[in-house]
């Protein structure tokens, strides 16, 4: 998968948006109800994310038969795709991220995460983000840690899952102070081979708080389009045993739409 640049972007998304849940987000100021099937964020690099939510196209037969019982599928008819998250998760748009000031103290916190940090904030402004929803259940906002969840598509791509894994893995261990060993495998879903990568590390929130947290990343070659798409998934770490089972769902989910 020859997608440097492209890593780069989904590793420092990955960083900024773990962090973010280390914020109090607001689902009822910035988000989209999340038992709306017909809403989904409008996207374009020009303008970046959006706050308002635009109607989305209808999912197609076949991603509708992924989505498990009382999820709803989240259609990003711009980026060409659509996955389903649990009732309880919320999609929120740019207003729900750190301001600069924010962005500042957590640079300034965690500078062995500054490339990382840098480019997730330039892939922010520049709205290379296609989708980041949290659960917002209160046991999960209460522990300090909201779990999240961020996609982008990287474009054509080239190579193999197993190619993929050992790229993204090389670049988090160049760019991330992570926790132990960088855990990297592949795995066969509904929409095409996904390399399988996860890793720990610990975020200094600038107040004097630092939380463990682990991100799964599926980097998933489309078998319709042969695009890639990355997904990636943060939770505290105490908390990753309750959400194992979820990530893998919302990837299972994942689907090419057509445009």
């Known amino acids: 998968m020859t997608i440097t640049n492209r890593l780069s972007i989904a590793i420092g998304l990955a ?6 849940g280390q914020a109090d987000p607001s ?14 964020a409008s996207f374009t690099e020009a303008e970046g994310p959006t706050a308002a939510a635009s109607p989305a196209a209808d999912a197609s037969p076949a991603s509708d038969a992924r989505t498990p019982e009382g999820w709803t599928r989240v259609v990003v008819a711009d980026r060409g795709f ?12 740019a207003d729900a991220f750190p ?3 924010s962005m500042q103290e957590m640079l300034e916190a965690n500078p062995e995460a500054a490339v990382a940090i840098e480019q997730g904030q330039a892939a922010l402004a520049g709205g290379q983000i296609a989708l980041f929803a949290f659960d917002t259940t209160e046991e999960n906002l ?4 909201a779990t999240n969840l961020n996609a982008i598509d990287v474009g054509p791509v080239e190579g193999t899952a197993e190619e993929a894994a ?3 893995a090389g670049a988090i261990e160049q760019q991330i102070p992570v926790t132990g060993e960088v855990e990297t495998s592949t795995v066969s879903l509904p929409a ?3 390399a399988l990568v996860r890793y720990e590390w610990e975020i200094d929130d600038g107040q004097g708080t630092t939380t463990s947290v682990t991100v799964t990343q599926y980097a998933i070659i489309g078998d319709a389009s042969g695009n890639g798409f990355i997904l990636s998934m943060s939770a505290a770490t105490d908390q990753l045993d309750e959400y194992e089972d979820v990530f893998r769902q919302i990837a299972e989910s994942f689907a090419e739409e057509p445009a």
């Open 82 to 93: 659509s996955l389903a998250i649990p009732e309880a998760w919320e999609q929120l748009s």
């Open 27 to 40: 689902p009822t100021a910035t988000g989209v109800a999340a038992d709306d099937p017909t809403q989904t």
């Open 99 to 101: 301001d600069a000031d």
């Open 166 to 168: 050992e790229e993204i």
């Open 15 to 20: 960083v900024v948006l773990a962090a973010c």
């Open 192 to 194: 095409g081979d996904a």
């Open 142 to 145: 209460e522990s300090g840690f």
